[in-house]
């Protein structure tokens, strides 16, 4: 007796249009900096508005609050140095952990791009309800939650 497994339909399953409605809105963000002459990729924005937040993180800390992995953030942090958009100094009590800040010019450029990041978010909410924002905020809280669940029980 053979099982028969449930192949997921990839046009309606939550999980892939979360993939790709992700891929799309970091093309949005992309082309609407480009377009106005900003060089800076979503996650170079995500850590200047981390950095603006507080300067002078741990460079594990933004690792941790960016969700990506140390050598991902450090691959990121040196294209950001050459840049001139942050830089990276060394902890006086321990040498191992890096601090990371934002130079004048990553400052200008995170004050520059804030508005067009606001205005590209705004406009993909459009014509979404205030009630279906909540609602969906709920259900990929619930859907990240399961998938930090499933990558414990995986590491345990």
Request: hydrophobic share 35%; net charge positive; aromatic share 6%.
């Amino acid at each position: 007796m053979s099982v028969q497994l449930k192949i997921v339909d990839l046009n309606t399953s939550i999980v892939p249009i979360l993939g790709k409605t992700s891929k799309f809105i970091g093309i949005c963000i992309m082309d609407h900096f480009q377009t106005n002459g900003i060089d800076l990729s979503k996650e170079q924005w995500l850590v200047l508005k981390y950095l603006h937040e507080k300067n002078g993180q741990a460079q594990n800390d933004l690792a941790f609050i960016t969700d990506r992995s140390k050598t991902s953030l450090t691959r990121l942090i040196t294209t950001m140095e050459k840049k001139g958009l942050v830089c990276r100094t060394n902890c006086r009590k321990d040498n191992r952990v890096n601090h990371i800040y934002y130079t004048d010019k990553g400052e200008a450029m995170f004050q520059k791009s804030l508005p067009l990041f606001t205005q590209v978010i705004e406009e993909l909410i459009n014509g979404v309800s205030s009630e279906e924002i909540e609602q969906t905020i709920s259900v990929l809280k619930k859907i990240k939650e399961n998938a930090q669940n499933k990558i414990n029980e995986i590491n345990l």
